[in-house]
Structures are given as structure tokens and as C-alpha cells.
């Protein structure tokens, strides 16, 4: 039951991954709540590097799911407790960008607990 659970919880945060990857072709004005002061929306410049953004989280969407359905529950409990250093590391450049503390802990930090909790449930089961 437990690694049903966490397993489904992988998928979902899978899943969500390759959405958020592929709204930055669709909705680049998204991008600002990811916490980074004065996002160049409009700019041409920043659509690129955006659309770089996008292509890699919607890889690492697909990798939780590579995983998930060809991989052990102990396999994925790793996998996801190593890709948890992203949203750690999207907190750090988001305080190192002053920021909003918001923004920071309340959206990266929190997916990062998440992906905690997955991995540890994953581990155990």
C-alpha cells in the first residue's frame, strides 16, 4: 500500500514536471512565479533560454516515468531523492536573485520536502 502511494506520488510529481515544462512554450509569462526578480517576459532573449528550461523538465519529467515503470521502488526512491537537489537548488538562485522568501521556500523548498517524503516512502517500502 505504502509504495502504491508514494509510487503514484512519483508520477503525479512526473507529471507535473512535464507540464511545467511545456507551459514555458505556451505561457512564458509563467515564469515569473518562479521567483526571479524582473523576468524579461517579452524579451526574445529569455524565450530562448526559457524554452532550454522547458526541454530539460520535461526530460526530467520522463525520467521520473523511465523509472517509475522499468526500475525498482528502491530505484525510484533514489532517483527521486537525487532529483530533489533541483528544487533545492531553484530556492538557492531564487534567494541569491533577492527574491521573494515566498517564493523561495514556499514553492521550491515545499517541492523539495515533497520529493523528500516520496523518496524516504519509497525507500522504506
Known amino acids: 500500500?505504502?509504495?502504491?502511494?508514494?509510487?503514484?506520488l512519483a508520477g503525479l510529481i512526473g507529471a507535473g514536471t512535464i507540464f511545467m515544462g511545456a507551459s514555458a512554450f505556451w505561457a512564458?509569462?509563467?515564469?515569473?512565479?518562479?521567483?526571479?526578480?524582473?523576468?524579461?517576459?517579452e524579451d526574445?532573449?529569455?524565450h530562448a533560454?526559457?524554452?532550454?528550461?522547458?526541454v530539460r523538465d520535461i526530460a526530467a519529467g520522463l525520467f521520473i516515468f523511465i523509472v517509475l515503470v522499468g526500475g525498482t521502488t528502491s530505484l525510484l526512491g533514489w532517483f527521486m531523492l537525487a532529483a530533489g537537489a533541483i528544487p533545492v537548488g531553484d530556492a538557492?538562485?531564487?534567494?541569491?536573485?533577492?527574491g521573494p522568501k515566498a517564493a523561495a521556500y514556499g514553492i521550491h523548498g515545499a517541492t523539495a520536502a515533497v520529493m523528500l517524503v516520496v523518496s524516504v516512502l519509497l525507500l522504506i517500502a
Open 1 to 8: 500500500m505504502l509504495s502504491t502511494v508514494a509510487t503514484a
Open 44 to 46: 526574445r532573449s529569455f
Open 92 to 98: 538557492v538562485i531564487v534567494l541569491r536573485s533577492n
Open 28 to 41: 512564458p509569462q509563467g515564469a515569473v512565479g518562479f521567483g526571479i526578480p524582473d523576468t524579461p517576459t
Open 49 to 54: 533560454w526559457l524554452s532550454v528550461k522547458g
